[in-house]
């Protein structure tokens, strides 16, 4: 089930999702080949978020709980990248992109997410929200 739910979501990203930008080195980590998965962690209105964020691939495996969301949730999304962020070092980030389930789930809630930003000097991650009756939100996540 687990292997099967990879393959899918890796040929998902593959078709939908654009190839990152190349970088020579990464601020936060001289990434050369080898893959590093960084861990940020956060809450907003009682909604714990943990994101486990490949920062090769730009794909983030994301799990929230919480009494709003009526449990559990996870899946899968990815950091595309924008024109600013070439340009920029210390700031990484772009649309996000959800698996389709994922992102079914996160509907049915009210629940839209906008853009990602990584400051790789404050090891930040912000994610733009917009949520139903409170607007426009932003997680940080460290």
């Not at 940020?40 to 978020?49: K, M, R």
């Not at 340009?87 to 079914?104: H, Q």
């Amino acid at each position: 089930m687990v292997v099967a739910r990879a393959l899918l979501v890796g040929a998902a990203l593959v078709r939908w999702a654009p190839p990152p930008a190349p970088r020579a080195t990464s601020p936060l980590l001289d990434l050369g080949r080898d893959r590093c998965t960084v861990i940020f962690t956060g809450s907003l209105l009682g909604v714990q978020a943990r994101v486990a964020l490949d920062t090769h691939t730009r794909v983030a495996t994301v799990d929230l709980e919480g009494q709003l969301l009526g449990g559990r949730i996870g899946g899968v999304a990815a950091l595309q990248r924008g024109w600013t962020d070439v340009l920029d070092d210390e700031v990484d980030g772009g649309e996000v992109w959800l698996e389709p389930a994922f992102r079914k789930r996160l509907r049915r809630r009210g629940v839209r997410v906008g853009r990602a930003e990584l400051n790789h000097a404050s090891h930040v991650l912000s994610v733009s929200l917009v949520l139903p009756v409170l607007g426009r939100r932003v997680m940080l996540l460290s």
